[in-house]
């Protein structure tokens, strides 16, 4: 089952913050978030785990709601190099693979 | 993390022909993926391959069209049979690392004329 990303693409001036949401109608076991630049394979950027857990490095962060079943990503302060597709990614299980969604285009500009 | 080598980067082949893709890995991993990116699409996964046993393919992707091979726990290739336009795409491998998620080769973009 494929999750569901919102928004679809957010243009942003440097500095600002912005929120990407994943939400999935079946139980998540765990969530991926990638950045994807034009042209390259994606990156991975964080995995979270358990229901109600928040991770983050840098200005780059993420909370994951179990009981709800949707991850949030959370770009502050935004830089230029943010620029690019974002790509949730779920499984529903520890054996399952992992399905992705859509995507959030996201360009930031000076 | 682990890093992979893909190869060919990118081709331009003539419909009917067969093209394959190759990943290297630089550590034994138990499994690799490999996905299909259209054009500003998102990642599609076509199959798992395991090493010593068939491929497992999602609904929609079949063995005739994607054979796949495993031989060891470093390498594997995609095979994109009978090419039709509708195959041009960015083919990706990967391997998951766990806590440190997926490793993705640099792709295959495939162009079929």
């Known amino acids: 089952q494929q999750p569901v990303q919102s928004p679809q693409a957010v243009i942003l001036r440097e500095g600002e913050d912005a929120v990407i949401n994943c939400s999935s109608s079946k139980a998540l076991y765990s969530v991926h978030w990638y950045r994807q630049k034009h042209g390259e394979a994606p990156i991975f950027l964080m995995i979270l785990l358990k229901g109600g857990e928040q991770k983050g490095h840098d200005k780059i962060s993420a909370s994951f709601n179990e009981k709800k079943q949707q991850s949030s990503l959370y770009l502050t302060a935004s830089q230029l190099s943010y620029s690019g597709t974002y790509f949730c990614g779920s499984m529903n299980s520890g054996y399952s693979t992992l399905t992705f969604g859509k995507g959030t285009m996201l360009l930031v500009s000076p | 993390s682990a890093v992979i080598s893909q190869k060919p980067s990118r081709d331009i082949c003539q419909r009917g022909t067969s093209l394959t893709i190759q990943c290297q890995v630089d550590s034994q991993v138990t499994m690799m993926f490999w996905y299909r990116q259209q054009p500003g699409q998102s990642l599609t996964l076509i199959a798992t391959?395991?090493?010593?046993?068939?491929?497992?393919?999602e609904s929609g992707f079949v063995i005739d069209k994607f054979p796949i091979s495993r031989p060891n726990l470093t390498f594997s290739t995609l095979t994109v049979s009978n090419m039709s336009p509708e195959d041009s795409s960015i083919y990706l491998c990967s391997v998951d690392m766990g806590p440190n998620g997926y490793t993705f080769g640099s792709g295959t973009r495939l162009t079929v004329v």
């Open positions: 391959a395991n090493q010593g046993s068939e491929a497992t393919y």
